[in-house]
T-cell receptor
Framework: GENVEQHPSTLSVQEGDSAVIKCTYS??????FPWYKQELGKGPQLIID?????GEKKDQRIAVTLNKTAKHFSLHITETQPEDSAVYFC?????????????FGKGTKLSVKP | GAVVSQHPSRVICKSGTSVKIECRSL??????MFWYRQFPKQSLMLMAT?????????EQGVEKDKFLINHASLTLSTLTVTSAHPEDSSFYIC????????????FGSGTQLSVL
């Protein structure tokens, strides 16, 4: 089955700096890779996602890149703000396959210092 | 994005009692909903997949008689923790996939269950 590794587990940056979180996956059949932001005591919020037929996707200060050959994908947050502080989870799935459920990484706690 | 409503947000109960958690898709129909459990500072663990009109599919190690799932309509799934014990204390989260948004999965706000 799919296995998703996420690094780093914690990340601290100064406000205005960029933050990068990396994930690797094991199943080459995976074709959908979302990123979620989870604030304390709340459910995960979908912030950006990418399909396997795309190499990069950007939405304002957030971007995701995918390298299918190396089986890794990354979240990039530019011009970080204190409100970006949260736990971020990457996930992977083979949408359209027999399972279809998301396999999550272990999460990265991002702290943005003002 | 699509809205998934989950209630209650927090519940405290005595050991041996049962607790029901509701998950509703507010502005879309969801033939499939998922239930997750999350321990402090850990990732989400899939418990079961809930399919409208049929029995839920449970992940290995999850007791189906302990965690009863009902998906009676296209907008509502419920998780009942039966005869709850302190070890069932956890953060439970549901999610749903809109039929018209392909692979996207949206989550409820979660339910913090504390069993005394």
């Amino acid at each position: 089955g799919e296995n998703v590794e996420q690094h780093p587990s914690t990340l601290s940056v100064q406000e205005g700096d960029s933050a990068v979180i990396k994930c690797t996956y094991s199943d080459s059949a995976s074709n959908y890779f979302p990123w979620y932001k989870q604030e304390l005591g709340k459910g995960p919020q979908l912030i950006i996602d990418i399909r396997s037929n795309v190499g990069e996707k950007k939405d304002q200060r957030i971007a995701v890149t995918l390298n299918k050959t190396a089986k890794h994908f990354s979240l990039h947050i530019t011009e970080t703000q204190p409100e970006d502080s949260a736990v971020y989870f990457c996930a992977a799935t083979h949408y359209g396959g027999s399972q279809g459920n998301l396999i999550f990484g272990k999460g990265t706690k991002l702290s943005v210092k003002p | 994005g699509a809205v998934v409503s989950q209630h209650p947000s927090r519940v405290i109960c005595k050991s041996g009692t049962s607790v029901k958690i509701e998950c509703r898709s507010l502005d879309f129909q969801a033939t499939t909903m998922f239930w997750y459990r999350q321990f402090p500072k850990q990732s989400l663990m899939l418990m079961a997949t809930s399919n409208e009109g049929s029995k839920a599919t449970y992940e290995q190690g999850v007791e189906k008689d302990k965690f009863l799932i009902n998906h009676a309509s296209l907008t509502l799934s419920t998780l009942t923790v039966t005869s709850a014990h302190p070890e069932d204390s956890s953060f439970y989260i549901c999610s749903a996939r809109p039929a018209d948004l392909a692979e996207k999965l949206f989550f409820g706000s979660g339910t913090q269950l504390s069993v005394l």
